[in-house]
């Protein structure tokens, strides 16, 4: 299990400016990113001999051929790693594999997504199966809100959670937005601001909800060894886990037995830590996928941060806050206020923070970093590490 | 199946996402247990319902709704007594 710990390193970041609907096409919004992301690790396009990336959205939008095209590489490994959050954050692990067996020396990953153009945006994944347009659109069930508002009620009900606390996660993710100085929002908000939002789909409020964001991001990988030569501080892969539940995308947000938390996410982050040989004790900080806030809740319980129902508090308790607390929790302001990119720009966070870069939103004392990629059924936990 | 059920969550929905159906708002959205279908959960709405009137449990029962010539749709409503 421990085989793949630490023989990969993070050299290489590039994102570009997040917003609500980008006035350029996504192909260019992915070259930037990648470009700069090359630019950052020191290494020329045509050195690039591995592209990953998940499966769903980028491969429709910039697929790897094109993507070796416009670099001018040979691609010596090609692959996809699941679909959306889980294989945006765990991808590293395929190149952790094709690198340490010899497949590949410089392995790009790379993300971008534009629903801000496009129509419907992402609440078009409900239009992609039939079972969904027959069974659940004619009753009004489009749109990821109108799920999350459910399983929102059902939480609060066995937990005991308050608006208050739900805010509090609002609130935290907008102020470390605030202070990162990139992200989409950057409006003040308070736990009055909170409340005050719109109810979309009662108990779930407008506030409670991800941004839409159109842009990219990018990473490069390399053998340990080579990262010593790159002009920035590695960050190396420690450990990288998968797991899912077995139900499709169509069904995973109505069934399954656990209607509060993810056993995936529980037992990718134990997979995770077993690979890196460490503890969730002696994590620094997490950058957990946050598309809603009862989300980011359920998940930061179910990786085990804290006891189910008592996640809340924490966060009440500002806990998770960058200024002071203990454990900080998406130091960008995550999708709810920085952007939404489906957790790429949460492994970019991370690297961020664990090479020192975070300006005003810097962990302090840094070392190891969680970073968790969700999706409805499945889900990966990724443990970085200065 | 019977056609009866009980309310295991809801939501209010309050906002549009599909614009056709804004004259229908606010409308309760139900996530449906059955006790002689044990395990499947139904999305659906509950109508002829206030929606502070739902509650964890609440009975239901299905309700065939005719749209045209093509389609009927089940919806469900509260069992009154």
């Keep these: 299990m421990d085989t793949l710990r630490d023989k990969i390193a993070i050299v290489g970041i590039g994102e570009t400016q997040y917003v609500r609907k980008s006035q350029r096409n996504i192909q260019d919004l992915i070259m930037e990113a990648v470009t700069k992301a090359l630019a950052d690790a020191g290494i020329g396009p045509r050195e690039v001999d591995g592209v990953i990336s998940e499966g769903m959205v980028t491969p429709a939008l910039m697929p790897h051929d094109d993507l070796g095209a416009n670099l001018g590489c040979r691609r010596k490994f090609d692959a996809t790693f699941a679909v959306v959050g889980p294989g945006n954050v765990g991808g590293s692990l395929l190149a952790a594999m094709a690198i340490t067996s010899g497949q590949a020396d410089v392995v790009l990953q790379y993300w971008g997504c534009n629903w801000g153009q496009s129509p419907g945006g992402p609440y078009a994944f409900h239009t992609f199966w039939p079972e969904k347009i027959s069974f659940e659109q004619p009753y009004g069930f489009y749109a990821q809100p109108t799920y999350l508002a459910m399983r929102q009620r059902f939480y609060a009900q066995k937990y005991g959670l308050t608006e208050r606390q739900l805010g509090a996660i609002a609130v935290t993710h907008r102020r470390h937005a605030i202070l990162n100085g990139r992200a989409q929002l950057k409006k003040p908000m308070t736990i009055e601001d909170y409340l005050n939002s719109p109810m979309i789909a009662d108990p779930l409020r407008r506030d409670d909800c991800c941004l839409i964001s159109d842009g990219a991001c990018a990473w490069v990988m390399v053998s340990a060894e080579r990262a010593k030569r790159c002009p920035k501080p590695p960050v190396y892969v420690m450990g990288v886990g998968y797991d899912s539940d077995p139900f499709g995308l169509t069904s995973g947000m109505s069934q399954g037995e656990s209607y509060t938390h993810y056993e995936c996410a529980t037992r990718a982050t134990e997979r995770a830590l077993k690979m890196a040989g460490v503890s969730l004790k002696e994590v620094n900080f997490a950058e957990i996928y946050d598309c809603f806030t009862i989300s980011l809740l359920e998940q930061f319980e179910s990786i085990g941060f804290a006891k189910k129902g008592e996640g809340g508090a924490f966060f009440e308790e500002g806990k998770a806050s960058v200024e002071g607390g203990v454990l900080p929790v998406n130091t960008h302001g995550g999708n709810l206020s920085h952007a939404y990119m489906l957790g790429a720009a949460h492994v970019v966070e991370a690297v961020r923070q664990l090479r020192g870069e975070a300006g005003p939103a810097q962990v302090r004392n840094a070392e190891i970093g969680l970073v968790g990629g969700y999706n409805f059924i499945d889900y990966s936990t990724l443990l970085l590490r200065r | ?81």
Excluded at chain 2, 35 to 63: H, Q, S, T, W
Aim: proline share 9%.
């Design chain 2, 1 to 81: 199946m019977s056609g009866r059920g009980k309310v295991f969550s809801w939501a209010i929905l309050r906002h549009a996402f599909i614009p056709e159906f804004k004259e229908r708002l606010p409308m309760i959205l139900g996530l449906l247990e059955f006790d002689d279908a044990p395990g499947l959960r139904l999305v659906n709405n509950i109508i002829e319902c206030d929606p502070k009137d739902v509650y964890f449990g609440m009975p239901v029962e299905v309700v065939f709704h005719r749209i045209n010539e093509e389609v009927t749709l089940p919806l469900f409503k509260p069992i009154r007594k």
